[in-house]
């Protein structure tokens, strides 16, 4: 089979609920290998000033819900948004995935959940950590790039699934992204209003793609979907 021909399969599955290539499948793994969950060991916000006070503030050990509950979306409701370049594919996702036949896992919330660890350091004193929440209430577009070839011609179970690039790019802004901390200040309220900032959002969705982009987790994914790939075309 034709490294083209290869593609077309797994194309269409990766619109198919009820394959293992499945969008949603791919990116769902309990164990944490593929994209959901995932963990950001620390995302540094930067420096602020508040009341003329300097005040710094991080986010460690951030752990993401939800990405997985995603879908190919579709051109005016039937053409998939997906493009073919040789043995390249680059699809176009939203979130929260609303395809019939899908049918969500337990553990995966419907939409983007994360939490983790406020640190804040203010006029140059480190505070006691916090907690930090995030909710994304939809994703407009996620984008991934993956190849598909064959090891060895004609053997489907020698799939090689490489992806190359993932990104999340959700709307900032209108209520889309909230973020809820608890911290010991009475800074509490107004570091919470300085969070939710569309400028502090974007850092935090930029911190999110950087992380999406890391080398050793496109791999780990690439991983995972090859396995899927290899399963789904099994049955073929």
Same mark, same amino acid.
């Given at each position: 089979?034709?490294? &083209?021909?290869?593609?077309?399969?797994?194309?269409?599955?990766?619109?198919?609920?009820?394959?293992?290539?499945y969008l949603?499948?791919?990116?769902?793994?309990?164990?944490?290998?593929a994209?959901?969950?995932?963990?950001?060991?620390?995302?540094?916000? !930067?420096?602020?000033?508040? =009341?003329?006070?300097?005040i710094?503030?991080v986010?460690?050990?951030?752990? #993401?819900l939800?990405?997985?509950?995603s879908?190919?979306?579709l051109?005016?409701?039937? @053409?998939?948004?997906?493009?073919?370049? !040789?043995?390249t594919v680059?699809?176009?996702?939203?979130?929260p995935?609303?395809?019939?036949?899908?049918q969500?896992?337990?553990a995966?919330?419907?939409?983007?959940?994360?939490?983790? =660890?406020?640190?804040?350091?203010?006029?140059?004193?480190?505070?006691?950590?916090?907690?930090f929440?995030?909710?994304? +209430?939809?994703? @407009?577009?996620l984008?991934?790039?993956?190849s598909a070839?064959?090891?060895?011609?004609?053997?489907?179970?020698?799939?090689?699934? +490489?992806? &190359?690039?993932?990104?999340?790019?959700?709307?900032?802004?209108n !209520?889309?992204?909230?973020? @809820? #901390?608890?911290?010991?200040?009475?800074?509490?309220?107004?570091? +919470?209003?300085?969070? +939710? =900032? @569309?400028?502090?959002?974007?850092?935090? #969705?930029a911190?999110?793609?950087?992380q999406?982009?890391?080398?050793?987790?496109? /791999?780990?994914?690439?991983?995972?979907?090859t396995?899927?790939?290899r399963? /789904?075309?099994?049955?073929i």
């Amino acid at each position: 089979m034709s490294d &083209s021909q290869l593609v077309q399969l797994l194309e269409n599955m990766l619109l198919t609920p009820a394959s293992d290539f499945y969008l949603s499948s791919i990116l769902y793994n309990p164990d944490g290998s593929a994209l959901d969950p995932l963990t950001i060991a620390e995302v540094d916000l !930067g420096s602020f000033t508040i =009341e003329k006070i300097p005040i710094d503030i991080v986010i460690k050990k951030l752990n #993401i819900l939800g990405l997985s509950n995603s879908q190919v979306k579709l051109d005016n409701g039937t @053409d998939p948004e997906i493009v073919v370049d !040789g043995s390249t594919v680059t699809f176009h996702g939203k979130q929260p995935n609303t395809q019939d036949g899908y049918q969500r896992p337990p553990a995966v919330p419907n939409q983007i959940q994360a939490s983790g =660890e406020l640190h804040v350091n203010l006029n140059h004193t480190d505070m006691p950590p916090g907690t930090f929440s995030l909710t994304i +209430n939809h994703v @407009d577009d996620l984008t991934g790039v993956f190849s598909a070839t064959e090891a060895v011609d004609g053997q489907l179970d020698t799939a090689v699934v +490489n992806f &190359s690039a993932l990104s999340v790019n959700p709307v900032v802004g209108n !209520g889309n992204i909230k973020i @809820d #901390i608890d911290l010991a200040t009475v800074f509490k309220a107004t570091i +919470n209003q300085l969070l +939710n =900032e @569309d400028a502090n959002q974007t850092k935090l #969705i930029a911190a999110l793609n950087g992380q999406l982009s890391n080398p050793d987790l496109l /791999a780990s994914l690439s991983q995972v979907a090859t396995t899927e790939a290899r399963k /789904a075309l099994a049955t073929i």
